[in-house]
């Protein structure tokens, strides 16, 4: 009986060893095909110039993925980026044309505290109310788009206000603004992911959230800070973009929800929660960016971009699903 279980030990360990998380690989392999195939077609895909620029268009992006990624730790979801981005985008704007040279700072307090109060809103109706995220996060975004065109009156809110425009189009050194901002919040949010109990915690209730609760964590108040958190990160990418625009409408961030979504995704962090991290977002954010960039760089259609970029992320996601586990989201 002994040589038997010890045969069997030394045939199981090593093919325990050999096992591969294959969600880890998929990102950094999409990402360097993307630049190996975009450079082949347009040599100038690779030039600094044209990376500065993905970093700039892409500042609002890693922003909204960076604060989403603790949501999906914890197995929930946020659709609600789109119209959130368009709130904080207008009421940005319009508050920089009151205030004028003024307004930077005073407009990124803004719209950051608008995506606040509307994340304190979705963890509050998921956490206690015990709402599904999906239809809380997706009914949200469209109260947000709605409040957006009223006190827009559905027309596009221009400005011409230098310390506002800088906020999204300026640089330090070679280093656009935005790519700075991105830094800074990758930075606060590892910080707080890894450093601290909330963080550790958002693993252990993506694994089994009643296990957790009966081992004392609070998890209703630690889903609450998960959502507010996103909705604060939204809120200051939605000033950010309207900033390297110069204009805030009630249509930005379309479609930011789900490139947000798919860019955790590919970056390893797993839908039914409990596993990823925020440094792994940002390869699946370049893959995002880069198929934007180099589409347009190739001249493709807007049409067929969507239509490839969606093929792309739809298998990129799939192979890095975690597709052992039975809970999708929660």
């Given at each position: 009986m002994k040589g038997t279980l010890s045969a069997t030990s030394h045939k199981t360990a090593p093919a325990a060893r050999r096992e591969i998380d294959y969600s880890l690989i998929i990102a950094p392999a999409a990402l360097v095909i993307c630049v190996i195939f975009f450079t082949i077609m347009n040599p100038r895909f690779i030039s600094l110039d044209n990376l500065m620029n993905i970093l700039r268009q892409g500042g609002p992006l890693f922003i909204v993925s960076f604060g989403l990624v603790g949501v999906i730790l914890i197995g929930s979801i946020d659709i609600s980026s789109d119209g959130l981005l368009s709130l904080a985008g207008v009421s940005a704007v319009m508050l920089a044309n009151i205030v004028q040279d003024g307004g930077g700072w005073l407009s990124v307090l803004l719209?950051?505290?608008?995506?606040?109060?509307?994340?304190?809103?979705?963890?509050?109706?998921?956490?206690?109310?015990?709402?599904?995220?999906?239809?809380?996060?997706?009914?949200?975004?469209?109260?947000?788009?709605?409040?957006?065109l009223i006190v827009s009156g559905g027309i596009a809110q221009n400005t011409m206000f230098v310390q506002f425009k800088k906020l999204g189009s300026g640089s330090v050194g070679f280093l656009p603004t935005l790519a700075i901002f991105s830094a800074v919040i990758l930075i606060l949010m590892v910080v707080l992911t890894t450093k601290t109990k909330y963080g550790r915690s958002l693993y252990a209730m993506g694994s089994n959230e009643r296990v957790?609760?009966?081992?004392?964590?609070?998890?209703?108040?630690?889903?609450?800070?998960?959502?507010?958190?996103?909705?604060?990160?939204?809120?200051l990418a939605g000033v950010l973009m309207s900033a390297r625009l110069g204009a805030g409408t009630h249509s930005q961030g379309q479609g930011m929800s789900l490139d947000a979504i798919a860019a955790v995704v590919m970056g390893g962090t797993s839908l039914s929660g409990g596993k990823g991290s925020v440094t792994r977002t940002i390869t699946g954010v370049f893959v995002i960016l880069m198929l934007n960039n180099g589409l347009n760089l190739m001249g493709v259609s807007p049409h067929v971009q969507i239509l490839v970029k969606g093929i792309v992320v739809i298998l990129a996601v799939a192979a890095s699903s975690d597709w052992k586990s039975k809970d999708i989201v929660k």
């Open positions: 719209g950051t505290g608008i995506g606040l109060v509307f994340g304190v809103f979705m963890g509050f109706l998921v956490s206690y109310v015990r709402l599904p995220s999906f239809l809380v996060t997706y009914g949200t975004s469209t109260i947000c788009r709605g409040i957006a957790a609760g009966l081992c004392g964590l609070p998890t209703r108040k630690y889903k609450l800070i998960a959502f507010t958190v996103a909705g604060a990160c939204t809120g």
